[in-house]
């Protein structure tokens, strides 16, 4: 599922484990778009690095959903 707009501090559910994780920060990098993420409630823990990806309706996570589905982003 894709959304119009990553931004920072929506939250995004990983699709194998169900843990939610917010947007910390967006960057470019290259030819891409680069999002970082840190799970939500550990912030001791290392931040995940992902390349997003553009769909015809927005951009996209691969592997996350938005953990706020019912909202416009």
């Known amino acids: 599922m894709s959304v119009s ?3 920072i501090g929506q939250l ?3 699709d194998s484990t169900g843990d939610i994780y917010l947007v ?3 960057y470019s990098e290259a030819l ?3 999002v970082i993420l840190r799970k939500s ?3 001791d823990q ?7 990806e553009r769909a015809a309706g927005g951009q996209n996570i691969p592997g996350f ?3 706020q589905e019912d909202e416009k982003f």
Do not use: D, Y
């Open 12 to 14: 995004w559910k990983k």
């Open 5 to 7: 707009k990553i931004q």
């Open 32 to 34: 891409n778009t680069m």
């Open 24 to 26: 910390t920060r967006l």
């Open 46 to 52: 290392a931040q995940i690095r992902v390349r997003i």
């Open 65 to 67: 959903s938005p953990a």
């Open 41 to 43: 409630g550990a912030e």
